[in-house]
């Protein structure tokens, strides 16, 4: 009976059809992942605004507040440096679950703290969900998008963190202002989110291909190209200066405006971070027409004119001009960190990348973490305005030598001789 052979592989492709797990379509899962990455990093800003509120509970000191802080960019850079590149081995979807659920865990554990250790154990748990996902997660949303809209993926994987701290901050600091419970609504909600997603993830197609490896990519591997390590070193400073700046404002700026400005709002706390991070964010929009060199100039020379405005209203007491300060700071913030990586990425071939960027990833989380609990631990015999002096005006000075670096590159580069390291 011939017809039966046709008829055959029709009932053999319906049931091959049938068996086979229903994904969500590309046009959903794009929107659905670059969501996701964005509530990672509203969550990491999440905490900023209501560390006040857990130093006035429990009644810990400024330096195991940054130790709470800096103890998130640490475990964020090892679990990256570990795990960063385990999704190229057995995809992007087991390894975006697993953070995800231990995103949800760390969630459950802010509304469980009680004590500063607690909020301590919260950060570590949070850092390594988040660090586990950024390589995973900002590949994937890549790879997501429509393929006329690959540009748009990356856009967007570039300018989520900035903007998901941003927003966390200033939510976190109205839920602070207005909420009886701020801590349980801000954290249940993320829980709920995160839990949402995992669940949520666990539908989307996966978009690489599984293949051996995946022991050996757990070894960390950190280095710089030859062709790239002039730049890097030349973009040293600037690296310093931005990352730094972030770790200043994500640690004490809201206990500046408890104690130097005499202003106790969650509102305000939730602006110090908001308004660096969405100029931040803004920036390599706003610069994206300029080259690459003279952008980073531009971003470092902000980054000092904040600065100097912010040590002004230091030395005022000027709330606006802090505000104002923030955010030309926060200009530089996210138009030299683009610019930089946008110079290096280049000058690595595509075997190389990944290893250039985890080089980045050391330089910029230390620089986030360490200065910011050093500075937590000065306080105490310093006092926080000297301290916060002192951090801003050694941040100048770096930011000072970046520039000069720099501009001595396009001086040579236009010159057409070669710049040394």
Sequence with gaps: MPSSCPELAVATADVAARSKPRRLPASVGFPLLAAVLFAFFFAAAAPTPLFVVFQHAWGFSASMLTVAFAIYAIALLISLLVAGSLSDHIGRRPVVLAALVLQAVAMGLFVLAEDIAGLIGARVVQGVATGIASGALSAAVVEAAPASRKRLGAMITS????????????????????????????????????????????WMPETVTPRPGAL????????????????????????????????????????????????????????????????????????????????????????????VLLLASLATKSLALFFVGTAIAGLGFGGAFSALVQTLAPLADSHERGELFAAIFVVCYLAFSLPAMLAGFLVKPLGLLNTVEGYAAVLLLIAAFGIWRQRAALRGNARGLPVSE
Excluded: C, E
Aim: charge should be positive; charged fraction near 5%; proline fraction near 7%.
């Design 159 to 202: 300018v989520s963190p900035l903007a998901g701290l941003a927003v966390g901050a200033l939510l976190t600091g109205i839920a602070v202002k207005f909420t009886a419970q701020p801590v349980m609504l801000v954290f249940g909600v993320l829980a709920i989110v995160f839990a949402v997603g995992a669940a949520v993830v666990l």
């Design 216 to 307: 050996a990519s757990l070894v960390p591997r950190v280095s710089i190209p030859m062709r790239a390590r002039a730049d890097f070193v030349r973009g040293l400073p600037v690296f310093i200066a931005v990352w730094a700046l972030g770790g200043l404002y994500l640690s004490l700026a809201p206990s500046l405006m408890l104690h130097v400005f005499h202003i106790d709002n969650g509102v305000v706390n939730g602006l110090t971070v908001a308004v660096l991070s969405g100029f931040g964010a803004l920036a390599p929009t706003l610069l994206g027409r300029f080259p690459a060199p003279r952008t980073v100039v531009f971003g470092a020379a902000s980054i000092a004119i904040g600065l």
